[in-house]
């Protein structure tokens, strides 16, 4: 697949923002330092539909290494997703998948978009769109030392528990997939202060959409489908929580504090999965651009 610089998605959300076109750079080629940064890193977010048109974000671990460029279009993932996963299973056959790799450390992270496939004990993708990100919103986190593996077990549903309620109202990052058929898929990051991801009944959850890059590449998908999934990490525990559902923009909705715009996502199905990872992050201080939620509404 080709990938036009800017879909009809995304161009129609840049006319509707009114924050003048802008175009990311990007092409199919992992460019010399995007090698070095993606070998350094421990953690894969990917975003994909499963057999049923279902779109989930799910994580993928290792030690350093385990992502490797094995060209200048093609990256190997040495994870796959496992049972009870909701896209285990999903890669035996090629599809359009998005991936961030992240250095919460650091602060960076890069997309690759591309078409992915199952190839032993790997994941493989080959590249379509290759970018760098700002480092807006991100949490800095330092790695610890990883818990003893475990097995992982799987919990399903069609709402969200108590329990995951106050995950969710807890956390500082989640991470969104979305895909539309024509363009392929994305998998990119949210982050804010703690609370400003709301649940807002068992099946809805809202959050502010705060100032980015306006490549709008989640929001011009979102235009030509609603499908979408997220995914909360568990840093501290390794549990995830995967959601998918559909999701829409509200553009007149600037009630919370730095917000352009607010995002409504209704929710299908939910899985919760424990013993995800082994891997295990101590938090050292929110993103200084982050808005301060105590200070009230707008």
Known sequence: MTRPALHEGELAVQRRAA??????????????????FIRRQRLAVIGAADAADDVWATILTGAQGFADPLDATTIALRDVPPPGDPLHGAFELARDCGMIMLDPGARKRIRANGRVRRVGDRLVMHTEQVLRNCPKYIQQREPVADAEPAAAQATCGTAITAVQRQWITDADTFFIASRTIRHGADASHRGGPPGFVTVAGPRELTWPDYKGNSFYMTFGNLELDPTCGLVFLDWSRGRTLHLTGRAWVDWNDRSVLGALRTVRFQVKHVVQVDNATALRWRFVEY????????????
């Open 287 to 298: 993103s200084p651009v982050n808005p301060n939620l105590k200070e009230g509404k707008e």
């Open 19 to 36: 924050e003048g076109r802008r175009t990311p750079a990007y092409g199919p080629v992992i460019s010399g330092d995007f090698v070095d």
